[in-house]
């Protein structure tokens, strides 16, 4: 029975690695993403775009080798919790990916085009955004609950940045018009940022499920 247990906890382990490279791949697109935007490099947006099905493929590998350990091994309620916390927190951060990806094509519309803004405010609430991921991910494999706790309020400050930042914009379209389209690109840039902070959190609050067993919600 032991030899048993001791394989399956080896699989959950192998599971738990993939989702480290998971994470480490689209926090690393997210950066690049950014990165491009900021330094118009459109090369390298459009290399963002073609190498999201890494990371979509890793996702759906994460996904069926937990659907086969659970249809498999039927755990019990705490394993299939980590299993449940697994697969949730692989599909955040696939969505992160995501949002690396239309990053890198409103990159593409604005091309070479001069900022017609500030995009300070979009600076400052990536870098808040990529502090919250590396940390969310330090105190996922820490199991680390206080740690997840302080992440998830970084979230509200994040949420501040971008009322502050469509706000900016909005008041820019009324006045330059003419500019309509790069404001639609920086509002969607903008929104992406806030929805990565948004799956941070998220982790954050499957974490607290695991070690706690109760859904809580952390946005509030």
Do not use: W
Request: charged share 25%; proline share 1%.
């Amino acid at each position: 029975m032991s030899s048993v247990r001791g394989r399956y906890d080896n699989e959950i382990n192998e599971v738990q690695q993939d989702l480290l490279v998971l994470c480490n791949r689209s926090i690393l697109s997210f950066e690049a993403s950014f990165t491009a935007f900021i330094e118009k490099d459109l090369i390298k947006a459009q290399e963002i775009i073609d190498k999201d099905v890494d990371i979509n493929q890793l996702e759906e590998a994460i996904n069926d080798r937990v659907i086969k350990l659970i249809t498999r091994q039927q755990p019990v309620a705490t394993d299939l919790r980590r299993l449940i916390v697994l697969l949730k927190a692989a599909n955040d951060m696939e969505r992160i990916g995501d949002y690396a990806v239309n990053i890198a094509k409103e990159t593409l519309h604005i091309g070479n085009s001069r900022f017609i803004t500030s995009v300070e405010l979009l600076e400052d609430m990536y870098f808040k955004t990529t502090l919250m991921l590396r940390q969310i991910v330090d105190a996922f494999v820490e199991e680390n609950i206080t740690k997840a706790k302080e992440v998830a309020e970084l979230d509200d400050q994040i949420d501040e940045m971008y009322g502050n930042m469509i706000q900016h914009l909005m008041k820019l379209s009324a006045v330059t018009p003419e500019n309509i389209s790069q404001i639609t690109y920086l509002s969607f840039i903008c929104r992406y940022i806030e929805r990565c902070a948004d799956h941070a959190t998220n982790i954050a609050e499957h974490l607290l499920y695991l070690k706690k067993g109760q859904h809580i919600d952390l946005n509030n």
